[in-house]
């Protein structure tokens, strides 16, 4: 079960990658052309959230089985156990309340184009930190690409 964790949550990182760089476009797009706020736009942006959520579920479940989170002496001082114990845990965490709070203020917003605005902010900077937060192969912290 373990493994299967932990492919299904290095897998859906690119369907989170892939939805956030969606959905930060069609923002992006909304607010500077100043477009409608359409049902469609509300539901990529509503899926995002969602996957992100997902990826919340499942990595606050391997937080607790997963080997490379072990709060054992000195664990500070060594590179990949801090990343999984703090550093990957506390950018993603932030990376999703910016979404989320991101998405539920947009949604009590009357006005197209601030709708958008406020969508393509915290959607952009949560992205910027999903890619700062993510293990990847060359950082050498045990992940793979898939
Ligand atoms: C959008 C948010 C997230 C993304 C994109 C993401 C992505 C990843 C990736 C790519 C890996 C490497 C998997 C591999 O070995 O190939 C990983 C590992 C891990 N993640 Fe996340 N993660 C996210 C959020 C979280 C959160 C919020 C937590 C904790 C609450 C978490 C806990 C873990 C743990 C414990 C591992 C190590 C699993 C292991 O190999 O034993 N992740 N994550």
New binding site residues.
């Given amino acids: 079960m373990y493994s299967g964790l932990?492919h299904a949550?290095?897998g859906l990182?690119w369907v989170?990658l892939i939805l956030l760089i969606i959905a930060i476009y069609k923002a992006v797009s909304g607010w500077v052309n100043k477009k409608e706020f359409k049902e469609g736009d509300r539901k990529i942006f509503l899926f995002t959230l969602i996957f992100?959520h997902i990826?919340?579920v499942l990595?606050?479940w391997?937080?607790f089985i997963?080997?490379?989170?072990a709060f054992t002496e000195g664990f500070m001082k060594i590179t990949m156990l801090r990343f999984?114990a703090i550093e990957?845990?506390v950018t993603?965490?932030l990376?999703?309340v910016l979404i989320t709070i991101g998405f539920s203020t947009a949604k009590r917003l009357e006005d197209h184009t601030a709708k958008f605005k406020k969508i393509a902010v915290f959607y952009g900077i949560g992205l910027l930190l999903?890619l700062a937060g993510?293990?990847w192969p060359f950082r050498d912290l045990?992940?793979?690409w898939f």
Avoid: D, E, F
């Fill in positions: 932990v949550h290095s990182r989170v992100t990826q919340l990595g606050l391997l937080y997963s080997p490379k989170v999984y990957h845990l993603m965490l990376a999703i999903i993510i293990p045990g992940a793979g």
